[in-house]
């Protein structure tokens, strides 16, 4: 029981950084959500990250 509310804790404080990061960058804030789940959420949201198309950059930026 511990550990599925140090669990929670840990995803909240997570989430909601990676949420305005999402926000920031012009994609759907919800897919900070991703990482919620085990393992895997981690690299998926960096990976939305690095390679997305931010429509917040400027033309010609790449």
């Known amino acids: 029981m511990e550990a599925l ?3 929670a804790v840990l995803a909240v404080i997570l ?6 990061i999402m926000q920031k960058a012009g994609l759907n804030p919800l897919l900070s ?3 919620i789940v085990p ?5 998926v949201a ?3 990250l ?3 198309e931010w429509p ?4 010609g930026y790449r």
């Open 33 to 35: 959500l991703i990482i």
């Open 46 to 48: 960096i990976g939305i």
């Open 56 to 59: 917040n950059e400027p033309a």
């Open 39 to 43: 393992g895997l959420g981690y690299l």
């Open 5 to 7: 509310l140090g669990m």
């Open 50 to 52: 690095a390679f997305a």
């Open 15 to 20: 989430v909601v950084p990676l949420y305005r």
